[in-house]
């Protein structure tokens, strides 16, 4: 998917941080007892959440997807070391095509799956989601706008 010719939707800290906290009352009566972060667009929400729950074992899984705009085909490149169990949260910010979150069904098959964001054609590989977003709708998540997009610092010095 590219940027280009897409829908877009803006998302402000606040927008995101209370649609999480809605994922959290979704999650709340999960019995879970740890998270696996996916990394990077699932740490701010798996914080949120880990503090809503009063969840404290948390783990990443680092995945890479996206170049900015275009994606590309997934690289795990750090896996989380803690079991697959029905009491393993794994967050994400979204599902998009459901390539990460295919993966991630494969790697943890008993967790239970949420994302803040998903899209039709990655909906069904979550089990809870908060907010339906149109599959040419690009999101733009606050960690990667000021009032334009901003690169990365370590891009702005190359």
């Not at 998270?35 to 680092?62: F, K």
């Amino acid at each position: 998917m590219s940027l280009s010719g897409n829908k877009n939707f803006y998302v402000s800290w606040e927008a995101f941080h209370r649609a999480t906290k809605e994922l959290a009352k979704m999650c709340l009566h999960g019995n879970f007892d740890s998270i696996v972060a996916v990394s990077r667009g699932g740490l701010v929400p798996a914080t949120i959440i880990a503090r809503e729950l009063n969840i404290r074992v948390l783990d990443t899984i680092c995945v890479s997807s996206y170049d900015h705009d275009q994606q590309r085909s997934l690289q795990v490149l750090k896996d989380a070391t803690l079991p697959d169990s029905e009491r393993l949260l794994v967050i994400d910010d979204l599902v998009d095509t459901g390539e990460t979150a295919r993966a991630l069904r494969e790697r943890f098959p008993k967790a239970c799956f949420a994302t803040v964001y998903a899209k039709p054609q990655g909906k069904a590989l979550v089990d809870k989601y908060v907010t339906d977003i149109e599959q040419d709708t690009w999101i733009h998540l606050p960690w990667d706008m000021e009032l334009a997009y901003s690169a990365p610092l370590a891009e702005q010095s190359r």
